[in-house]
């Protein structure tokens, strides 16, 4: 896994401008965005082989739900947070549990959720 200052971040967001501040966001904090993605089955397909220390998921994406990936993230040992403009009750009972990031995004809290994910893993 890459140091803390140094993650390779998955993003799935379909919201154009949202996903460019988060990328931008995240570079500012010195990770590197691996991918930004905006549709569920392309994502899947990434989170099942892709080089990653960290996602990040819109939890709506075009009308699905973003749990498919994120169970495959869970299977690879990938830690994730949801992302939100509805708050934790949008997350399904199987993901209650992991953490969920309020859009629109403040960076102190961007980047505590993403150490707390990943600090998770390794307790």
Do not use: W
């Amino acid at each position: 896994m890459a140091t803390p200052e140094g993650r390779r971040i998955l993003i799935i967001e379909d919201e154009f401008l949202v996903a460019m501040l988060l990328e931008d966001l995240l570079s500012e904090m010195g990770h590197c965005v691996v991918a930004c993605i905006a549709r569920i089955d392309n994502g899947m397909k990434f989170a099942d082989h892709a080089d990653l220390d960290f996602a990040i998921l819109d939890v709506n994406v075009g009308g699905e739900q973003s749990f498919p990936v994120a169970e495959i993230l869970r299977r690879r040992g990938i830690p994730f947070i949801f992302a939100t403009g509805y708050g934790a009750g949008g997350v399904t009972s199987e993901f209650r549990n992991e953490l969920t990031l309020q859009k629109p995004y403040e960076p102190r809290e961007l980047e505590r959720a993403i150490e707390q994910a990943c600090a998770r893993l390794t307790d």
